[in-house]
């Protein structure tokens, strides 16, 4: 699957994360603002309504249910700070020359890229309420398929992007840093470890537990793949 330079280059390094919190009726008129879907395409659908429904539920919580999940999603943070810190350190030269600046974004060239329930909500967990908005306002649009819906002017528009965008180096890419860098194959399996324990359910896992936490207060949607693949139900039963 390909992917862009923006996957490593244009999003900040998650420390800071955690915004200023929206009130609930500054959401509602967020959400509101963007009624029209009459050229959404059913993946933008299904993007946009999970990512509505995730935000009000968020502002719905009392600040200590909201700072008890935000708890939650602590260490997984840390982590993807690692990984930024890695890429940026060994990986942004390269794609900003191979990549970004011959304008290829061959990174984000899918129109439909995989994102988790959990993405979303540690995305909605870490985003300021303009970032929430140019999401939604970018899902109305039309896309012509030759591009991710969230490749913006300014590169991926999701405040803590999708792990499968952020665990993705494309095959040359990586070739060249690890012949380079000798140290960088092992620190990126590592990275590749660690990556599972929060998302691959064999074992109890972040990802999981986000999806649980929104069933049992009554919200569901089709991204909660770890409740609804076929695949993920069956490493989850065997784990
Ligand atoms: S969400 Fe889209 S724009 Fe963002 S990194 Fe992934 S593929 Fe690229």
């Given at each position: 699957?390909?992917?862009?330079m923006c996957l490593v280059m244009e999003t900040p390094l998650v420390v800071d994360l955690l915004p200023v919190r929206l009130g609930a009726p500054d959401l509602a008129v967020a959400v509101e603002k963007y009624p029209d879907r009459s050229k959404m395409n059913s993946y933008q659908k299904e993007q946009s309504d999970t990512l509505s429904m995730v935000h009000q539920r968020l502002v719905s919580l009392s600040s200590s249910e909201r700072h008890e999940l935000e708890g939650t999603i602590a260490d997984y943070l840390s982590f993807r700070n690692d990984v930024d810190f890695f890429l940026s350190e060994n990986f942004g030269n390269v794609c900003t020359q191979k990549c970004y600046k011959n304008r290829l974004s061959a990174c984000c060239s899918r129109e439909g890229i995989i994102t988790f329930f959990a993405d979303v909500v540690v995305n909605a967990l870490a985003s300021q309420k303009w970032e929430i908005e140019s999401?939604?306002?970018?899902?109305?649009?039309?896309?012509?398929?030759?591009?991710?819906?969230?490749l913006g002017n300014y590169g991926?528009?999701?405040?803590?992007?999708?792990?499968?965008?952020?665990?993705?180096?494309?095959?040359?890419?990586?070739e060249d840093i690890f012949r380079e860098k000798a140290d960088t194959r092992q620190v990126w399996k590592e990275l590749k470890r660690r990556?599972?324990?929060?998302?691959?359910p064999?074992?109890?896992?972040?990802?999981?537990?986000?999806?649980?936490?929104?069933?049992d207060s009554g919200y569901s949607s089709p991204l909660m793949y770890l409740h609804n693949s076929p695949g993920l139900l069956r490493v989850k039963k065997n784990g």
């Amino acid at each position: 699957m390909p992917k862009t330079m923006c996957l490593v280059m244009e999003t900040p390094l998650v420390v800071d994360l955690l915004p200023v919190r929206l009130g609930a009726p500054d959401l509602a008129v967020a959400v509101e603002k963007y009624p029209d879907r009459s050229k959404m395409n059913s993946y933008q659908k299904e993007q946009s309504d999970t990512l509505s429904m995730v935000h009000q539920r968020l502002v719905s919580l009392s600040s200590s249910e909201r700072h008890e999940l935000e708890g939650t999603i602590a260490d997984y943070l840390s982590f993807r700070n690692d990984v930024d810190f890695f890429l940026s350190e060994n990986f942004g030269n390269v794609c900003t020359q191979k990549c970004y600046k011959n304008r290829l974004s061959a990174c984000c060239s899918r129109e439909g890229i995989i994102t988790f329930f959990a993405d979303v909500v540690v995305n909605a967990l870490a985003s300021q309420k303009w970032e929430i908005e140019s999401m939604l306002t970018a899902l109305q649009i039309s896309n012509n398929g030759f591009k991710c819906i969230y490749l913006g002017n300014y590169g991926c528009m999701w405040h803590v992007k999708p792990i499968v965008c952020e665990m993705f180096l494309c095959d040359q890419v990586k070739e060249d840093i690890f012949r380079e860098k000798a140290d960088t194959r092992q620190v990126w399996k590592e990275l590749k470890r660690r990556e599972k324990l929060y998302t691959w359910p064999d074992q109890p896992v972040l990802f999981d537990r986000l999806e649980t936490y929104f069933l049992d207060s009554g919200y569901s949607s089709p991204l909660m793949y770890l409740h609804n693949s076929p695949g993920l139900l069956r490493v989850k039963k065997n784990g």
